[in-house]
Nanobody, 122 residues
Framework: VQLQASGGGLVQPGGSLRLSCAASGFNFGYYAIGWFRQAPGKEREGVAC??????????FYYDPMNGRFAISRDNTKNTVYLQLNNLKPEDTAVYSC??????????????WGQGTLVTVSS
């Protein structure tokens, strides 16, 4: 099982980025995928998770009040995306993705990938 996050970089406050999580080594369409981030000196925190269904309930945001991030998936490309909009300096972190243990967002993950650094600064 491999998960590789990409798409990070340096962006000014208010800018946008789209992160990608490319997965391989398992039946991608059968499992939920989650995005996490870890800011310097802080613990890792969940950002979002997407299950395998097409209902709105198959998407979970750890901070539902955020409203600036959007998760999506393309099963034909074995890829999950995280759209980051209106970025703020406090969004600076290493963003990584993880394979869920089930088809829905249960909070359980069994494989983690390498992260991509997002730096929000003017």
């Amino acid at each position: 099982v491999q998960l590789q996050a990409s798409g990070g970089g340096l962006v000014q406050p208010g800018g946008s980025l789209r992160l990608s999580c490319a997965a391989s080594g398992f039946n991608f369409g059968y499992y939920a995928i989650g995005w996490f981030r870890q800011a310097p000196g802080k613990e890792r925190e969940g950002v979002a998770c997407i299950g395998t269904g097409s209902r709105a309930s198959d998407i979970f945001y750890y901070d539902p009040m955020n409203g600036r991030f959007a998760i999506s998936r393309d099963n034909t490309k074995n890829t999950v995306y995280l759209q980051l909009n209106n970025l703020k300096p406090e969004d600076t972190a290493v963003y990584s993705c993880a394979k869920g243990s089930y088809h829905y967002c249960s909070g359980a993950y069994d494989y983690w990938g390498q992260g991509t650094l997002v730096t929000v600064s003017s």
